[in-house]
Structures are given as C-alpha cells and as structure tokens.
C-alpha cells in the first residue's frame, strides 16, 4: 500500500516562509516522480512544481516560479516544497502527488493535504 503523507502546514503571514514535506511509503522512492499541487474551496487543484526521480530536473507553474523550490531527499523518503514570498492568494490544501512517469502526466498517488494560510 503506497502512502504519502505531507506535514508543515499551518498559519503564517504575508511575506513570510514555510516549508512542507511529504514522506511517503510502500513504493521505490527512487523510481518515481513527485509534484505539488494546491486546492482551495470549489475549485479544481492546480499544479505548483514536479521533480524527476533524480532531482535533477524540476518545472514550475509561472505563478509560484522563483518562489516556490522543490526537493527530494531519497534517502529519506521525502519530497520538499520550500514556499517564500507567500501571498494570502496561496492559501489553500497543498497536496503531493507521485508516479512513474516524467513530466507528470497520471497522477498515480496523492496524499491527504495540509493547509497553509496566509493572512494579510
């Protein structure tokens, strides 16, 4: 059974940092692709960044693009999303997603989300 779970998430203000984690569980870390997405209320998740299986290659959306930094560690099983500048608009459930193919196309596992709230 794959399991991923994020963490990190909480309340910070405008302008400030943060950093979410996704360990995950039951698949070779090694061979596969992760990502970010974000969600929030009534509207379809949106992709934020993606890592390939040697973190040697990443690709971001434009709106997180020199803000936001993606990072794996496969000896710890974990994927990173480093988030500064954040915005009240990047309030949302940030959600980490993998799978075997890259550039992400499947979306094979996600995990449950954490929330992160910006405040003005």
């Known amino acids: 059974q794959v399991l991923l779970v994020e963490s990190g998430g909480g309340v910070v203000q405008a302008g400030d940092s943060l950093r979410l984690s996704c360990v995950a569980a039951g698949l070779t870390f090694c061979r596969y692709a992760l990502g970010w997405f974000c969600q929030t209320p009534g509207k379809e998740r949106e992709f934020l960044a993606a890592?390939?299986?040697?973190?040697?290659?990443?690709y971001y959306a434009n709106s997180v693009k020199g803000r936001f930094t993606i990072s794996r560690d496969n000896a710890k099983n974990t994927v990173y999303l480093q988030m500064n500048r954040l915005k009240p608009e990047d309030t949302a459930v940030y959600y980490c997603v993998a799978e075997r193919t890259y550039p992400l196309i499947k979306y094979d596992y996600w995990g449950q989300g954490t929330q992160v709230t910006v405040s003005s």
């Open positions: 890592i390939n299986w040697s973190g040697g290659s990443t």
